[in-house]
């Protein structure tokens, strides 16, 4: 089964080229797409240069993404655009001088609507992942694009400030968006959980919003548990079977697994600006 993967943390975990390299290396080949995001905190020095050096150590299974924007401002937002970054987060789970992250309670502030109007206009799409709910809907009122979320849960299944609420997954689904629901089992439960839950959560989201706009994001390197059966690439046979088991169709399989963030990816890099918002379909 191929697999496209919209959030991987890999660039903050292994800090030198050589062990992104490793990593990469033990990829297997049926990963085509990985979406590495460059990540710092708020306090931390991150710069652009340091950006660009990451970046430089991907392959061409590699998406160059931005975890936490906090550092732009109005004179070097162009070079995240020279970088042909594919998406950002514009915070992390704490307010920033952008927007508000998911565990606290700002809002996107001038900083952060300035710059999501110039990166979109680059098309650049703004990654709705650890925006808390007001933030959320600012941001609905100000796109242009489809909803983009590469990174989270389903409150209705646990409720955890980093989840989607229903009201939030219905406009991703109406605007023709793509949610990567993630493999952190402390988004599913308080407790140690099995896989089983992801997979309730992934039938709970079909039943309720079909097939065509759930992908996987897995967090991997930027996660502090796994759940047993699922802590690599390789482990998404396992994930598979499951869902099979459960009476999942090969086509919605991989629909979930790749066909969903490949459709997205493939509409917004290949569209004219202009008729991105009007398609009827991803």
């Known amino acids: 089964m191929i697999i496209y993967d919209s959030h991987n943390d890999l660039l903050y975990k292994y800090k030198t080229k050589s062990k992104i390299k490793q990593y990469l290396n033990c990829v297997p080949t049926n990963v085509k797409k990985i979406f ?8 931390s020095d991150a710069s652009i240069c340091d950006m660009k050096k990451k970046f430089s150590y991907l392959d061409s299974r590699c998406i160059k993404t931005i975890e936490n924007a906090w550092f732009l401002n109005t004179n070097n937002f162009e070079e995240v655009v020279k970088e042909n970054v594919f998406c950002l987060t514009l915070c992390h789970n704490k307010n920033n001088k952008l927007c508000g992250g998911a565990l606290d309670n700002g809002v996107i502030t001038n900083m952060g609507y300035f710059l999501i109007n110039e990166l979109e206009n680059n098309q650049i799409i703004i990654d709705t992942a650890h925006m808390n709910e007001q933030s959320f809907w600012d941001f609905v009122q100000a796109t242009k694009y489809p909803i983009f979320n590469s990174h989270s849960g389903f409150f ?3 409720p955890h400030k980093r989840n989607l609420k229903q009201n939030q997954i219905e406009e991703i689904v109406k ?3 793509y949610i990567g629901l993630t493999v952190y089992p402390k988004f599913f439960s308080n407790n140690l959980v099995s896989s089983k839950k992801l997979v309730d959560a992934i039938f709970w989201f079909w039943n309720k919003y079909g097939t065509n706009t759930l992908g996987i994001g897995t967090d991997f390197n930027g996660i502090d548990l796994y759940f047993d059966d699922i802590k690599n690439y390789r ?3 396992n994930l598979e079977i499951k869902l099979k088991e459960r009476g999942a169709n090969e086509i919605d399989i991989q629909k979930l697994f790749n066909k969903n963030l490949k459709n997205y990816y493939k509409k917004i890099g290949t569209s004219s600006y202009s ?4 398609s009827s379909s991803l």
């Open 36 to 43: 590495c995001a460059y990540f710092s905190y708020n306090e």
């Open 156 to 158: 209705d299944i646990f």
């Open 175 to 177: 605007s023709k968006g």
């Open 235 to 237: 482990d998404f046979k």
């Open 275 to 278: 008729s991105i918002k009007t």
